[in-house]
C-alpha cells in the first residue's frame, strides 16, 4: 500500500512515501480504507524524536492519528460494524498510523461518520474534539452556567472546546488574536480577549476552569483567575504545571490538571451527535495531498494554524 512513513527521526524532509505491506488485524480490530486523517502537534512531536522514550526505534513508523475511511475487512471480534460501513475514530497506536492508504483501527476506539461531514471533515474532528470533550467533562467536571476560558480557541483543540463548552451551557471567553476573533464569536465565545494587546491572566473575572489548549500559561500564572474550587486543565504537563498537578491534588481548593487522551467510540458516538445537530463543526484551514504532508508538518509545527489541517489519503 501506499504510505508516508519516517525511517529517522528528523525535520519534515524524513516524511517519505513508501510502500508498506497492507496491515494485518487482530481480532477486535478492522482494516480500513483510509480516506483522510489530520496533521496533530503529537505527529510531528513524534517525528522529531520529542517522545523517543516512549516510542522507541520502530522504523519505518507511519505517524498519524486521526482517520476517516471505510471498513474494508473486520476480524472475528468485531460486533459493532461491517464492511462498508464509513467510520471515524482516533488511532491507539502512534507507529502504525493513518498516514497511509489502510489501517488498522481497533473497535473500541471507532464510531460511525457523522453523515453531514465529508470523509476531510470528519478527519479533523477525533483526536483534538476528543481532547476537548474529556478535557472539560471529565477534568473540568463542566455543567450549566460555568465561567469557562479557554487560551488557544482558535486552533484545533480550542475551536471544539468552545463549541462543546456551549453545548454543555457554560460562559466562554476565548482567548485568540483579534483576526481570529469573529471566526470564533461564530462557535459561540461570549466573550474575546485578544492575547496581542491583553493578559488574560491579569483579569479580575473567576473561571470555574480555565483549559489552556495550546500550554502557554502555567497553572501559578492562572491560580488568581479561578474561582475557590475552580480547575485548570492543560495539554502539556511541564515542569511547573506537573509540581501544581502534584501539589493541588493534595490540598483542598483549585485544581490543576493535565487532559491525557484516551481514545474511544462513545465518545466519538456523541461528537457524531453534536454534530449532527449542528451544535458542533470542524474548522479546517487547508486540505494537503498526502504528497505534501511534510509542508503540513512544517505549517503545524509554527503554531498558527486556526483549526486543523486536513491531509487527503485516497479517493
Known sequence: MKAVAIDEYGAPEVLRSQDLPIPEIKSDQMLVKVYATSINPIDWKTRKGMLKIIFGNKF?????????????????????FRPGDQIYACLDTATSGSYAEYA??????????PQNLSHSE???????AETALQALRDLGNIKVGDRILINGASGGVG??????????????TAVCSQKNAELVKSLGADRIIDYTFQDFTKESVKYDIIFDAVATRSFWECQNILSSNGVYVTTVPDFANSAA???????????AKFILLKSNGKDLAYLKE?????????IIARTYPLSEIAQAHAESEKGRVVGKLV???SS
Open 60 to 80: 519505518p513508523m507511519v505517524l498519524g492519528y486521526d482517520v476517516a475511511g471505510e471498513v474494508v475487512e473486520v476480524g472475528s471480534a468485531v460486533t459493532q
Open 104 to 113: 488498522a483501527v481497533s473497535e473500541k476506539v471507532a464510531a460511525l461518520k
Open 122 to 128: 470528519a478527519a479533523a474532528v477525533p483526536l483534538a
Open 159 to 172: 475551536t471544539f472546546a468552545v463549541q462543546i463548552a456551549k453545548a454543555q451551557g457554560a460562559e466562554v
Open 245 to 255: 498537578i502534584l501539589i493541588t491534588q493534595l490540598i483542598p481548593g483549585k485544581k
Open 274 to 282: 453534536l454534530i449532527e445537530a449542528n451544535k458542533l463543526r470542524p
Open 311 to 313: 491531509i487527503s489519503v
